[in-house]
C-alpha cells in the first residue's frame, strides 16, 4: 500500500531554510516617490536634473531610501528639491511598476524595475511659488507647464504617468494603477480621452455682474448646463494633442438674435443639450477681439441653464466630429477648464445660481462619468 504524502513532505520545511535562502527568489526593485504639483491655473510643476544625460524633465521627488515610507521620501525630497517645508500630501494619485525590459528603463547600472508612489501636492499660491529655492547641483530650473508641453519634456512613460496621475487628481478616481505606463484596470474617462487642461491666464478684466452695456458687442455665449443631480455638461474637443475641455457654447453669430440664441443652438449642435430658463452670471471684458478678427472690445458672456434633455451622441456641423460629454461637479469643470480662482468663483455663482432659481442640489464629489452615446433621460 502507498503512504500518502503530503503537500509538505515533498520540500525543504520552512524553518530549516536559512534567512538566504528565503531572499534569494524575492523580487527587488527600486522604490521612487514623486509629488504631483500645479499653480493656480492648473499647470504641472517639472523640475530639470543636472545629471540626467537625456536632458529629461521630472515631476519632483526622488529614491526611497532603505528602511523609508515612500511619503516620507516624497517629503524629505520635496524640501530637498524646491525648499518647500509645508506642501500637504492629501493622497496617492497613482501607483506605477515599471519593468526592465521597458524601452524607457535605459539605465547604466543593472536595473531590476520600479515601483512609484505619485503624491498629491495640492496647488501652490503665487507666494509659495516664489519661494522655491533649487539645489544647483542637482537641480538647473523648474517651471509650470501646462500638460501638453510637460509631456514633451519628459519621458514618455513619466509623461503617462503624469497624465494618469493629474487625471486622477481632476476627476476624483480611485488611485490609479499602472505598468509600464498603461492602466491595469478600468480607464477613466479622462484618460480614454485623452483630456488635457485648457490652460487661460488669469484674466486681467473682473468678472462683471452688471448688464452688458448696449455700446459693446457679444462675442461669444457660454454656459453651465446643470442637470438635475447640480452637475455640469463639459465637452471634450478631440485634437492631435489630446482633447481640450469647454463649457457648451461658443461664437454669437449674426443669424442669432440674442446670446441665448447662440447657447441653445450651440448646446443643441456641439453636446444634443436642449435648455431651459437661461440665466445670465455677468460678463468678462476682452480688450482686442483678437480671435474673432480684431473687432476690438467685446464682451464675452456667461450664463447658467437647466438641461431638460440629452440626445443621441452626433457630429458637431462646425467642426466635423461628436465631442466627448462629460458630466463634472462645477469646481472639477473650473479646474479642467485652467481659469484659475476666478473661475473657481465662477463655478461657484453658477452652482448657487441653480439652487436657488431651479432648487437643484450641490453636485456631490463623485467621478467625472461620461454621458452615454444614446443620451440620457433626466427626472
Not at 25 to 40: E, I, N
Not at 258 to 268: I, K, S, V
Amino acid at each position: 500500500m502507498t503512504t500518502p504524502v503530503s503537500g509538505s513532505d515533498d520540500v525543504a520545511p520552512r524553518a530549516a531554510l536559512s534567512a538566504g535562502q528565503h531572499a534569494v527568489p524575492r523580487h527587488t526593485v527600486w522604490v521612487g516617490a514623486a509629488a504631483l504639483v500645479t499653480d493656480q491655473v492648473g499647470r504641472v510643476l517639472l523640475v530639470h536634473p543636472t545629471y540626467r544625460e537625456d536632458d529629461r524633465w521630472l515631476l519632483p521627488g526622488g529614491v526611497v531610501e532603505p528602511g523609508e515610507h515612500p511619503h516620507v521620501a516624497c517629503r524629505r525630497e520635496i524640501t530637498e528639491e524646491l525648499g518647500l517645508t509645508s506642501l500637504p500630501l492629501s493622497g496617492v494619485l497613482a501607483v506605477h511598476s515599471l519593468s526592465p525590459h521597458h524601452p524607457d528603463s535605459q539605465h547604466s547600472t543593472r536595473f531590476p524595475g520600479e515601483i512609484r508612489f505619485v503624491f498629491d501636492g495640492g496647488t501652490l499660491t503665487p507666494d509659495q511659488a516664489e519661494a522655491i529655492r533649487l539645489p544647483r547641483e542637482e537641480l538647473s530650473e523648474y517651471a509650470f507647464l501646462e500638460t501638453r508641453d510637460a509631456v514633451q519634456r519628459l519621458r514618455p512613460v513619466d509623461g503617462q504617468i503624469m497624465l494618469a496621475a493629474y487625471r486622477a487628481r481632476l476627476g476624483n478616481t480611485a488611485t490609479a494603477h499602472l505598468a509600464d505606463g498603461r492602466h491595469i484596470l478600468d480607464v477613466p474617462v479622462l484618460d480614454r480621452h485623452d483630456v488635457h487642461v485648457r490652460y487661460r491666464p488669469l484674466w486681467e478684466s473682473p468678472f462683471n455682474r452688471d448688464p452688458v452695456p448696449e455700446r459693446l458687442p457679444v462675442q461669444q455665449a457660454w454656459a453651465w448646463c446643470f442637470v438635475p443631480d447640480g452637475r455640469v455638461v463639459l465637452l471634450a474637443d478631440p485634437g492631435p494633442q489630446g482633447a481640450l475641455p469647454m463649457l457648451p457654447g461658443g461664437t454669437v453669430e449674426k443669424t442669432d438674435a440674442t446670446p441665448e440664441d447662440t447657447l441653445h443652438r450651440e448646446a443643441a449642435e456641439e453636446a444634443q443639450l436642449a435648455l431651459t430658463d437661461p440665466v445670465r452670471l455677468g460678463w468678462v471684458l476682452d480688450e482686442t477681439g483678437e480671435v474673432y478678427g480684431g473687432v476690438g472690445p467685446n464682451a464675452r458672456l456667461r450664463l447658467a441653464a437647466r438641461v431638460t434633455a440629452v440626445g443621441p451622441a452626433a457630429v458637431d456641423p462646425a467642426t466635423g466630429h461628436p465631442f466627448a460629454r462629460l458630466l463634472a461637479s462645477p469646481a472639477q469643470a473650473a479646474a479642467l477648464l485652467g481659469w484659475g480662482p476666478p473661475g473657481a468663483r465662477q463655478a461657484l455663482l453658477a452652482a448657487e445660481t441653480a439652487r436657488e432659481r431651479w432648487g437643484l442640489p450641490a453636485a456631490r464629489p463623485v467621478a467625472i462619468e461620461e454621458i452615454p452615446a444614446e443620451g440620457m433621460r433626466l427626472s
